[in-house]
């Protein structure tokens, strides 16, 4: 049950895209299609779903969003960078034996 | 609308217990693995345990296993996690989650509660 691996910051400048990466192993992040993303405005508040089933997106979350996966790394890009996506983004995996794992968190500055 | 509220929360001794407890509405209860994640003071998130639909199946974290259960009441549209002999290393926020979709297993936190604090100090 080791967390998965993401960068602790990012940062980049309105308009711009950034990536944010999610490392893990073919127990969790390679061996199922269900990586998701989750914004954190306010730690300690409810975290929003943003991406779900590696690239899925929710409605309702702007097309600026997207997630993609390659072997045991998963990625989130956002595009066209807004001030209030100024956030903390996390991954998740499910993990089998019916467990999640969540990333170390990363936080994004716009 | 999916609606998850958590109470229960509160200060606890260490070695204490505490019965968290999760409110659900806007959704058939019954057809949805449930779960608690929790966020400790400036950390991340960390899942906690996850239930089945119809509470057959349980999977803890390592470091609350033996020491937390979850549970639930589908008759009730209610999730639970009993915590037992609390650590300091407990204190966190915790959220009561609904998998994303009604799945043969929990797939991904969907939907959450705004969250309880629970604080485990003397």
């Known amino acids: 049950q080791s967390a998965l691996t993401q960068p602790r910051s990012v940062s980049g400048s309105p308009g711009q895209s950034v990536t944010i990466s999610c490392t893990g192993t073919?127990?969790?992040?390679?061996?199922?299609?269900?990586v998701s993303w989750y914004q954190q405005l306010h730690p300690g508040k409810a975290p929003k779903l943003m991406i779900?089933?590696?690239?899925k997106r929710p409605s309702g979350v702007p097309d600026r969003f997207s997630g993609s996966k390659s072997g045991n790394t998963a990625s989130l890009t956002i595009s066209g960078l807004q001030a209030d996506d100024e956030a903390d983004y996390y991954c998740?995996?499910?993990?089998?034996?019916?467990?999640?794992?969540f990333g170390g968190g990363t936080k994004l500055t716009v | 609308e999916v609606q998850l509220v958590e109470s229960g929360g509160g200060l606890v001794q260490p070695g204490g217990s505490l019965r968290l407890s999760c409110a659900a509405s806007?959704?058939?209860?019954?057809?949805?693995?449930m779960s608690w994640v929790r966020q400790a003071p400036g950390k991340g998130l960390e899942w906690v345990a996850n239930?089945?639909?119809?509470?057959?199946?349980?999977s803890y974290v390592d470091s609350v296993k033996g020491r937390f259960t979850i549970s639930r009441d589908n008759g009730e549209n209610s999730l639970y996690l009993q915590m037992n002999s609390l650590r300091a290393e407990d204190t966190a926020v915790y959220f009561c989650?609904?998998?994303?979709?009604?799945?043969?297993?929990?797939?991904?936190?969907?939907?959450w509660g705004q969250g309880t604090l629970v604080t485990v100090s003397s």
């Open positions: 989650v609904r998998d994303i979709a009604s799945r043969a297993y929990g797939s991904s936190p969907g939907y």
């Open positions: 806007g959704f058939t209860f019954s057809s949805y693995w």
């Open positions: 239930i089945k639909q119809d509470g057959s199946e349980k």
């Open positions: 073919s127990s969790d992040v390679g061996g199922y299609k269900y």
């Open positions: 779900y089933d590696d690239t």
């Open positions: 998740c995996s499910y993990a089998g034996s019916y467990a999640w794992v």
